[in-house]
């Protein structure tokens, strides 16, 4: 079955992973998982993965998969860049939509989400928005750099525009960490305090597992993981085509290599 991300993040102990769909064999690996173990998982395409994929994959295969299943399942469309992006897929059935308009000034951030609110709220939609801005380079992005959340910003964002959750950043990246990130478990606890809105932390791939749990008992709520499920993709692409000649065993490596990365996060999973 399909909820909205606010139903998902109301009765969480720690926090929930999110998991960016990224080929066929991700999407079919984590709804194996949601379903033997019954445990609740988000799901995110972004847009540039939502043009790989196909709409027409998204709208009668990935959505009615998900609308059916004994699992509880959020499907998110990740980093959207402008309301009118996000008017199509909630159409198509998206319970959740991130509009990302954290380079923005405010202002203009605050003035355009809203617009986003008022499309999503009457059709039971959620919204996940940022402030700060949270580097690095991921889906053929361009890199950026970190522009860390500011308690005052936040709690001016959310007074003027109460969305289900907030992204922040706060010392987290997307895409490979070319350092050892370093969590500001403090801002994150502060943030937590000024807003009482579930917190979103972006680029999970590479942060260890402890500073992942310190976060989450801290405030965030959901944690994003793409990275990972890309590399696990390309490794058992790799050891497929070296091993054998058949695609199905080259598919088969690559969802194994994809499972393994999810169940390195199985104490957040609550397996």
Excluded at 135 to 150: C, F, P, V
Aim: proline share 5%.
């Amino acid at each position: 079955m399909l909820v909205n991300l606010a139903e998902m993040l109301s009765r969480v102990p720690l926090a929930r992973m999110a998991f960016n769909v990224t080929s066929v064999e991700a999407f079919a690996v984590l709804v194996d998982i949601a379903e033997r173990h019954q445990v609740p998982l988000i799901l995110q395409i972004s847009p540039r993965y939502l043009d790989d994929l196909g709409s027409d994959f998204v709208r009668k295969f990935v959505i009615p998969r998900l609308q059916s299943s004994p699992a509880r399942f959020t499907l998110h469309l990740d980093h959207a860049p402008s309301p009118s992006a996000i008017a199509a897929v909630i159409d198509w059935g998206f319970t959740s939509v991130m509009y990302d308009g954290s380079l923005l000034p405010l202002d203009d951030n605050i003035r355009l989400t809203q617009e986003v609110l008022d499309l999503a709220r009457p059709r039971g939609v959620s919204v996940e928005a940022e402030i700060g801005h949270v580097g690095g380079a991921e889906d053929g992005a361009e890199a950026s750099r970190l522009q860390l959340t500011s308690v005052e910003s936040a709690r001016a964002f959310v007074s003027a525009c109460p969305v289900d959750a907030l992204a922040v950043a706060v010392g987290n990246a997307h895409g490979l960490y070319q350092a050892p990130p370093h969590l500001r478990i403090d801002r994150i606890r502060a943030i937590r305090d000024a807003v009482r809105v579930p917190l979103v932390l972006h680029g999970g791939t590479g942060i260890p597992l402890s500073d992942l749990l310190a976060a989450a008992q801290a405030g965030i709520k959901k944690i994003n993981i793409g990275t990972d499920l890309k590399q696990a993709w390309l490794k058992g692409a790799r050891r497929g085509v070296a091993q054998y000649q058949e695609v199905d065993q080259v598919r088969a490596l690559m969802r194994e290599e994809i499972y393994a990365a999810i169940m390195k996060y199985q104490v957040l999973l609550e397996l």
